[in-house]
């Protein structure tokens, strides 16, 4: 029996790990947050107010109020089983970082206490040495500080041996430069603010105080048995599989699983939401049947901060719950070749303080022009930026989703749906001059209040789509943090809000205001006209339509990062404090840089795989096979066996094909090495372009080569768990 043979035994005699009845979620909700309803009853009437304007008008609580937070924190945190604290935060590797800290200190010798104090609370200083920081921090200076975010509720994190409790902070060097991707995602959220309220003013709200973007993130991911995972060293490292066979069609096979798939499966996500409830994250279980093992977590929305933070939590969440059921959640872009991918579709809109979504169609015909205003706010955003929006869900992973024959595309285009397509188009063609308020009633009557029943016209393609009351970015990957995507939507659409109020201005010097507003949509409308499409996105017209329209097609994460650095971008990014150059920069050369190192990790794992499991794997049953051509020969020669030609000459064939396999694959890995080689020491830009088009498809080469011996070895003779088991097999 080969080692996977025996693995696939263990397996199927396993039983599943029961979960406790669920109970009822407001009964435990936001247990392990210290939310601000948490924070009122822990600390004085007065530090709260404080607590509350820093959140408002952004002015700073004192020292003394901090203290008095952090001892309620603290308080708060031991009574609910915790030792340690740590600040939180997202460096640029996309995943969260912690440096835990015990609350005890010495109140005299061998006298220890519980003490964390204000000053602890707002500000850390770990060492940033080993964080990326793509040339803003220089060696000597290593220090890099966290500092509270205050809108982000802090949380408690249970683990068997402990409790944690988690600070959500920022991350900045010693400059101020943000090295992380909270900072610029703050910076945005206050950017928009700012335009958005503007906006609204200036369309006749006269108490508005603040606009904030809110999202939700659906996430993708898989599920497969931990023991598979352990077998298979692609998935350790690197997350996806780099050989693997397609999985037979056998329809029969996947419903005679698919009992079992779903019970432990759902066991899981009961588990899961529970601990994400504990966390106050908002899910609500989705089940998906797009790829077998394949399933998606969609959360209700929040203001974009919380969101993202909430995200981060749920993916780690999703790690740890999936191996208390002896598996291993998956969140990798494309972990199966040939199987659907894992994407990350952002909703992302605009809410006033009252809760009013902004990309809600009005029920008056104001209203109605207002969101049309918006909406073509964020039409001229995509237009005008949509290679930025395209860079921050360039990755190593996503590229095998993007522009591969698989949703969404490269080419970043929007998708609006027929009811309010047709609006645009009465728009654009009305004459302008003589729109009258007559028109903007029908507008509302007729027309918009549809929009917001309409459920059925939906593009499931289209990288940006509005789906009724917000966009849905849908190019971003599983495994990616959406903060930075969330960033230059939101800084984008400040830069629109502000052009479009600042000509519908110019404008109405002239004519009344609706007439104006109407006339500035209708130019918009003409203008942004090539970033629309309602087609089918993942077909070759689209691409050969694209390129006639002009937009960018770009599937390579290394050209897609070259948008960070381009002046227009830049300078958006500057004129809202979102980013600085070099900040920019620095963010294009930890994610080139990143994507380099992902390849070059793959490819090393490849190498190593083929050698040291798929060749010896074929090296056993090629002799198998020789060994049985001798034997046959030498009955036939000594013992007069009766083979017919053909049949020998198969037998022949046969151990030819492999022989030949086997030189394949070991030839196309040694050449992939000595390309590492060559390459080594070639700059970054031009390293990943070779890696685009060099390296990928040589990989490539080799995985087909592995895979047909895959498909004609035995299966005593292979260790590799196989597509058709990590996916149909409980
Ligand atoms: P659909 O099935 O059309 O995608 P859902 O209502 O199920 O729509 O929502 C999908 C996701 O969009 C959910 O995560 C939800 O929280 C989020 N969402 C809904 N409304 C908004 C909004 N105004 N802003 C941001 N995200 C939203
Ligand atoms: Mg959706």
Known sequence: MSVRQEMLKSIESKKFVPVNKPKKVSSYFGINTFSIPTMRKHVSKKTFEAFEKWLEEGKQITLTQANEIADAMKNWAISRGATYYTHWFQPMTGLTAEKHDSFISFSGPGKVIEKFSGSKLIQGEPDASSFPSGGIRTTFEARGYTAWDPSSPAFIIESELGKTLCIPTIFVSYHGYALDKKLPLLRSIEALNQSAVKFLKFFGNKTVKKVCSTCG???EYFLIDKNFYKMRQDLILTGRTLVGAASPKDQQLEDQYFGSIKERVINFMYELGEEAY??????????????PHQYEFAPIFEESNIAADHNQLLMELMKKVALRHDMVCLLHEKPFAGVNGSGKHLNWSLADDKGNNLLNPGSTPEGNLQFLAVLASVLRAVYKYSDLLRSSVAHAGNEHRLGA???????????????????????EKGKKSEISRQDIVDLGVSGLPLVNKDTTDRNRTSPFAFTGSKFEFRAVGSSQNISTSIAFINTIVADSLDYVRERIADAAKSKDFNTAVLGVIADLIRDTKKIRFEGNNYSDDWKKEAAQRGLPNVPSTAEALKALVKGENIAVCEKYKVFTKEELRSRYKIWLESYIKILEIEAKTLNEMVNACIVPN????????AHNLDSIVALKDKAGLKVQEPALEDLKTHLSEVTEMIYYVRKNAQSMMKFLEETHSLPEEEKAKHFFTDLKPLMEHIRKHADLLECVISDEHWDLPKYREMLFVK
């Open 618 to 625: 074929a090296f056993d049953y090629q002799g198998l096979l």
């Open 405 to 427: 024959n698989e949703a969404p595309p490269a080419i970043i285009s929007v998708f609006l749906g027929d009811q309010l397509t047709n609006i645009l188009d009465r728009i």
């Open 217 to 219: 993130a659906e996430q």
């Open 278 to 291: 504990k966390l106050g994250i908002p899910v609500m279980t989705r089940h998906n049947e797009v790829a």
